[in-house]
């Protein structure tokens, strides 16, 4: 008898210590009773009956969770490795507990999926350059999808997109041709402009005669002004014409 009672005393004294759970500030405690969802407690003190209610901590902090680097195709066929960063919270303990298991494992896999999946549709020069709306996108998707398990996903973004050496290089090309299609636009662009002008000044030069007589003198007089040892004399086309008449 003399051991009995400090063996009860002890199991009294660990069942009063299991009903007493405190909880942060930043959690709260999904509680089941026999089994059936009861209700969420917390933050603060909590009193469990012992056998007949179970308590599950859920924290409601920020995640920060780091997608894996992703093999990605592209829409115009380039592979390209993708990784990036999904900023979530649970905002529904009950769901995140009884609408899904391990909620951080599922959405982790779905932001990978997602992922691939959204940047698969799009061409490599749309991920370089629209980074911002293709965060936008995925956000939009997880947040959708994640919104039955009581997760709110704040922001996505996208780190890193790498490209093998090959790629790079021809990449680099395609930009050296743009590059000299551009230069040869613009330089054709000049000569139409230049021809535009020209017929312009032709055109005034045309009604008077004595204006194309003082253009030729002008070019004389540049001409002998400069310090050249070869001198080229312009010839008047009228005069070649009158020749071979």
């Given at each position: ?10 199991i009294v004294i660990l069942l009063v210590a299991s009903m007493f ?51 990605v195709i592209s829409l115009d066929n380039v592979s390209v490795e ?43 020069d749309e991920m370089l350059a629209s980074r911002e709306q293709l ?111």
């Open positions: 008898m003399n051991i009995v009672y400090p063996i009860i005393l002890a759970k405190i909880l942060r500030e930043y959690e709260r405690g999904v509680i089941f009773m026999l089994g059936r969802f009861w209700r969420v407690k917390g933050p603060g003190l909590i009193i469990l009956i012992p056998f007949v209610q179970q308590m599950v901590r859920v924290d409601l902090r920020t995640v920060v969770m780091d997608v894996p680097t992703q093999d993708v990784n990036a960063v999904v900023y979530f919270r649970v905002i529904d303990p009950q769901k995140a507990i009884i609408n899904v298991e391990h909620y951080y494992d599922a959405t982790s896999q779905l932001a990978q999926t997602t992922l691939r999946s959204v940047l698969g549709q799009h061409e490599l965060n936008t996108d995925i956000q939009a998707i997880l947040d959708n999808q994640t919104d039955a398990w009581g997760i709110k996903v704040s922001n996505v973004e996208i780190k890193h997109v790498d490209l093998n050496e090959s790629m790079v290089r021809a990449i680099a090309q395609q930009a050296e041709a743009e590059r000299a299609r551009r230069a040869k636009v613009i330089h054709a662009k000049g000569e139409m402009e230049a021809s535009e002008k020209l017929l312009a000044a032709a055109k005034v030069l045309a009604q008077q005669e004595e204006a194309i007589q003082l253009r030729y003198l002008q070019t004389l007089s540049g001409l002998a002004g400069e310090n050249s040892n070869t001198i080229v004399f312009p010839l008047p086309i009228d005069i070649l014409k009158n020749l071979t008449k």
